[in-house]
């Protein structure tokens, strides 16, 4: 991403997904019972650490790497994001994929494309997340129901402050930090997309090792 990722704009932006999960969360804790409660903290959790994260190294190049579930990053995201925005907000998964990479930017990074999907959905438009192999690369899928991308837009939406409408709220940095974190990770984000009929962003990774 061009600029300073460290900038405040990025951390500001970055840093209201987690904090909205976290409001989202406690709201729904008071209702909850027995493993759901447990489901809630651990949803919690790893928003906490999130925000950890994103005030201690702001920097999206900045990488810890481990071994990941895609399947638990996916459903986490997936799930936190329903919480969180009342949306439909489903995920299917590949069982068995892994990749190595740092789970809280790769986290950050989806959060965006959900949240992005969600923005752009028609009203009871459903967002699916998924993933699958891809000879060797995991392909992470954010599909939704919106009104699509014309295609002379695929390209610069990606660029920092870029928004492609005035419509909704928003600074135009979040897919430029995906690009980012896809990159860092010698990964790539792509897009398809056409008029009238939603878009799927996919976030194409390295495949771990070993990982099926």
Same mark, same amino acid.
């Given at each position: $991403?061009?600029?300073?990722?460290?900038?405040?704009?990025?951390?500001?932006? !970055?840093? /209201?997904s987690?904090?909205?999960?976290?409001?989202?969360i406690? +709201?729904?804790y008071?209702g909850?019972? @027995?493993? *759901?409660?447990q489901?809630l903290?651990e #949803?919690?959790?790893?928003? =906490?650490v999130?925000?950890?994260?994103?005030?201690v190294e702001?920097?999206?190049?900045?990488?810890?790497s481990?071994?990941? +579930?895609?399947?638990?990053l996916? /459903?986490?995201?997936?799930?936190?994001?329903?919480l969180?925005?009342?949306?439909?907000?489903v995920?299917?998964?590949?069982? @068995? #994929?892994?990749? $190595?990479?740092?789970?809280?930017?790769? /986290?950050?990074? =989806?959060?965006?494309?959900i949240a992005?999907?969600?923005g752009?959905?028609?009203?009871?438009? !459903?967002?699916?997340?998924s993933?699958d192999d891809?000879? %060797?690369?995991?392909?992470i899928?954010v599909?939704?129901?919106?009104?699509?991308?014309a295609?002379?837009? #695929? !390209? *610069?939406m990606?660029e920092?402050?870029v928004? =492609?409408?005035?419509?909704?709220?928003?600074?135009g940095?979040?897919?430029?930090?995906? *690009?980012?974190?896809?990159?860092?990770?010698?990964?790539e984000?792509e897009? !398809?997309?056409? &008029?009238?009929q939603?878009?799927?962003?996919?976030?194409v990774l &390295? %495949?771990?090792?070993?990982a099926?």
């Amino acid at each position: $991403m061009s600029g300073d990722p460290r900038s405040l704009d990025v951390v500001a932006h !970055e840093i /209201r997904s987690p904090i909205a999960a976290l409001v989202a969360i406690a +709201d729904a804790y008071a209702g909850a019972a @027995g493993a *759901r409660r447990q489901r809630l903290l651990e #949803l919690a959790e790893a928003a =906490l650490v999130s925000i950890e994260r994103l005030l201690v190294e702001a920097p999206t190049v900045s990488l810890r790497s481990e071994r990941i +579930d895609v399947g638990r990053l996916t /459903r986490d995201a997936a799930e936190t994001a329903a919480l969180t925005s009342g949306h439909s907000v489903v995920s299917h998964t590949e069982a @068995g #994929l892994s990749v $190595m990479g740092d789970p809280q930017r790769l /986290r950050q990074a =989806l959060d965006n494309l959900i949240a992005n999907g969600i923005g752009h959905s028609r009203e009871g438009g !459903e967002v699916t997340v998924s993933a699958d192999d891809h000879g %060797g690369s995991i392909a992470i899928q954010v599909a939704d129901e919106g009104e699509g991308i014309a295609a002379a837009d #695929l !390209e *610069r939406m990606f660029e920092p402050g870029v928004r =492609l409408t005035a419509d909704r709220p928003g600074s135009g940095l979040g897919l430029a930090v995906v *690009r980012a974190i896809a990159r860092a990770h010698g990964g790539e984000v792509e897009v !398809e997309s056409t &008029p009238g009929q939603g878009s799927t962003f996919r976030l194409v990774l &390295p %495949g771990a090792s070993g990982a099926r």
